[in-house]
Structure formats: C-alpha cells, structure tokens
C-alpha cells in the first residue's frame, strides 16, 4: 500500500487547512486510516482515525472540535479538515493505514511521506 499525503503549508493563526491523502496498491476500504503528527524535538502523536464501515471517528483531545477526519473511498483518499489553526499545530502531519482497529497504536504497517504544517503566530 502507498500512501501519499498533501495540503500542508503555511497560514496564520485562525485559518483552515485541508489535508490529503490518496493512496494505492491496497483495498482502501477495508483500512482503518489515521493522521499523526510530528513537531520539532517531539515524537509522533496520534491526531485523528476514522475505521472502516461505520465511519467510527476517534481525535486527540487537542484538536476535537477543530479537526474533522473523513474518507472518500471510491477515490481512496483519507481528507483532514483542520480549522481555527494554533501555532501549537505546527507539525509534519503524515497519514497511515492499518487492517486491525487499535488506532493510536504507532506501529501502523504503511505510512505515508509527510507534509508539513506551519501556523504563525
């Protein structure tokens, strides 16, 4: 499975980003696919996981009500809707695919290359 994300880039405080991830080689439907994210000097955290099926969603405290993860799976596309930005956001932000459903486990199997966000102050 390949997984490639997009939509980073650099905004203000305030502001919305929507990432994407698209993915290949895999039955997309039948993933549970999830968002981490890395800031400077920190590991990667768990952001946000959606399953397969029900459409079972599951966030960080810190980014519930700000973020919203959905799928598209006739295009395979994983999306996360980020508003109301904070610098604290500030991260690269990958997306990942795994069978099973324990969702903030960080041993997904396929990850994709990252993408970098960046909110000023």
């Known amino acids: 499975v390949q997984l490639q994300a997009s939509g980073g880039g650099l905004v203000q405080a305030g502001d919305s980003l929507r990432l994407s991830c698209a993915t290949s080689g895999g039955s997309f439907s039948q993933y549970l696919m999830a968002w981490f994210r890395q800031a400077p000097g920190k590991e990667r955290a768990f952001v946000a996981a959606?399953?397969?099926?029900?459409?079972?969603?599951y966030y960080v405290d810190s980014v519930k009500g700000r973020f919203t993860i959905s799928r598209d799976d006739a295009k395979n596309t994983v999306f996360l809707q980020m508003n109301s930005l904070k610098p604290e956001d500030t991260a690269v932000y990958y997306c990942a695919a795994r069978l099973t459903k324990d969702y903030a486990r960080k041993d997904y199997p396929y990850w994709g290359q990252g993408t970098q966000v960046t909110v000023s102050s």
């Open positions: 959606i399953t397969w099926g029900n459409y079972n969603r």
